[in-house]
């Protein structure tokens, strides 16, 4: 249930290729839903990736979202997380009055994509880093 993004030259390449691959299809089975690749960032100990879901069907609601998948090393041991980012009519869903929301999910286990997700609920985006994403597509 994963894609790549038609436009991209290449959203999976280098030495995270087959963890990035078995994560991003991990966290579509654990979601239900396709999850493209829309971009990925490599670095020495990660990665950064660039996730969407559907594109929006539904004419009333127009529901989608788009997400921040990343692996960091931390005191030796792999931390992955998704960021998901939720849209109405191409406009990011926020919770209260806060600036930015997002829901987090946390990946536990190998990086062979056979670890299980967990979700660590709604949080504020308290420091702005996920700014950008505040229109779906942007």
Same mark, same amino acid.
Do not use: K
């Given at each position: 249930?994963?894609?790549?993004? $038609?436009?991209?030259?290449?959203?999976? *390449?280098?030495?995270w290729q087959?963890?990035?691959? %078995?994560?991003? %299809?991990?966290? %579509?089975?654990?979601?239900?839903?396709? =999850?493209?690749? =829309?971009?990925?960032?490599?670095?020495?100990?990660?990665?950064?990736? &660039?996730?969407?879901?559907? *594109?929006?069907?539904?004419?009333?609601?127009?529901?989608?979202? $788009?997400? =921040?998948?990343?692996?960091?090393?931390? $005191?030796?041991?792999?931390?992955?997380?998704? %960021? !998901?980012? &939720?849209?109405?009519?191409?406009?990011?869903?926020?919770?209260?009055?806060?600036?930015?929301?997002?829901? !987090?999910?946390?990946?536990?286990? $190998?990086?062979?994509?056979?670890?299980?997700?967990?979700?660590?609920?709604?949080?504020?985006?308290?420091?702005?880093?996920?700014? *950008?994403?505040?229109?779906?597509?942007?």
């Open positions: 249930m994963t894609d790549t993004d $038609e436009h991209s030259n290449s959203p999976v *390449a280098g030495r087959s963890t990035t691959s %078995a994560i991003v %299809a991990s966290l %579509a089975d654990y979601i239900g839903q396709t =999850v493209q690749l =829309v971009d990925t960032r490599e670095v020495d100990e990660g990665f950064s990736c &660039f996730i969407r879901g559907p *594109a929006p069907s539904d004419p009333l609601f127009m529901a989608a979202w $788009e997400g =921040v998948l990343g692996m960091e090393h931390s $005191e030796g041991r792999p931390d992955i997380s998704a %960021a !998901l980012f &939720f849209y109405s009519r191409g406009r990011r869903v926020r919770l209260d009055n806060q600036n930015g929301s997002f829901l !987090l999910l946390v990946y536990d286990g $190998e990086l062979d994509g056979s670890g299980t997700w967990r979700n660590e609920g709604w949080l504020e985006d308290v420091f702005g880093e996920f700014e *950008a994403h505040d229109h779906y597509g942007g």
